[in-house]
């Protein structure tokens, strides 16, 4: 069974500074996918990794994979505020199912 | 808009009345999913239908049903809810490569 772990589950932060939240994975698998969610709504797509080694990068955001230590991150550079919200990482199953499972998520505070 | 469209969005049952949650996609995605999502959670797949014509449990499926009436639209029924059902409830397609989550139904059993 395919479990995902995201550490921090909360983390308070300033802007301006960087901090990287951690995603594992129990099972093989080359589907990682990251999310953002904003209270009361629907999850919105951050960065799809297909590949050991695949990097991501999106304003000051990046994502990485590292699917033989079965392992995401997420790294956030100079915060901001509009980056308060709650993320989560997914992975996909290797059946015909194509199903993700979820971390915990991890609730981002930028304080200013 | 392209994308998955849930209904409703708002919901109040009484423990024991029975509901069905709609979800339909217009993408021609051949796997659709539900999810519920609790108070501080992660999603929790409950169900999910790989393709038009099956189905599959997913983590929690006791308390639910499902019917994919056909490839756009995939329901989730509730025979009998109860307290422990109370959640956000997404609805999710995908043909193979991103994924598109619908906006959420927001169930309360009382």
């Known amino acids: 069974e395919l479990k995902v772990e995201q550490n921090p589950l909360f983390l308070s932060m300033q802007e301006g500074k960087n901090y990287t939240i951690y995603c594992n994975y129990s099972?093989?698998?080359?589907?990682l996918y990251w999310y953002r969610q904003d209270p009361g709504k629907s999850l919105e797509s951050l960065f799809v990794?297909?590949?050991?080694?695949a990097v991501k990068q999106e304003g000051r955001l990046m994502a990485s994979l590292d699917t033989k230590a079965r392992l995401s991150t997420l790294h956030i550079t100079a915060a901001v505020h509009d980056l308060s919200a709650t993320y989560f990482c997914?992975?996909?199953?290797?059946?015909?199912?194509?199903?993700?499972?979820f971390g915990g998520g991890t609730r981002l505070m930028v304080k200013p | 808009n392209a994308g998955v469209t849930q209904t409703p969005k708002f919901q109040v049952l009484k423990t024991g009345q029975s509901m069905t949650l709609q979800c339909a996609q217009d993408?021609?995605?051949?796997?659709m999913y539900w999810y519920r999502q609790d108070p501080g959670m992660g999603l929790r797949l409950i169900y999910y239908?790989?393709?038009?014509?099956?189905?599959d449990k997913g983590e929690v499926p006791n308390g639910y049903n499902v019917s994919r009436l056909n490839k756009r639209e995939f329901s989730l029924r509730l025979e009998s809810a109860a307290p422990s059902q109370t959640s956000v409830y997404f609805c999710?397609?995908?043909?193979?490569?991103?994924?598109?989550f619908g906006s959420g139904t927001r169930l309360t059993v009382v």
């Open positions: 993408m021609n995605h051949n796997s």
């Open positions: 990794l297909l590949s050991n080694g």
């Open positions: 099972t093989t698998s080359d589907r």
């Open positions: 997914a992975v996909g199953s290797n059946n015909a199912g194509n199903m993700l499972t």
């Open positions: 999710a397609s995908t043909g193979g490569g991103g994924y598109t």
């Open positions: 239908s790989a393709s038009e014509g099956t189905t």
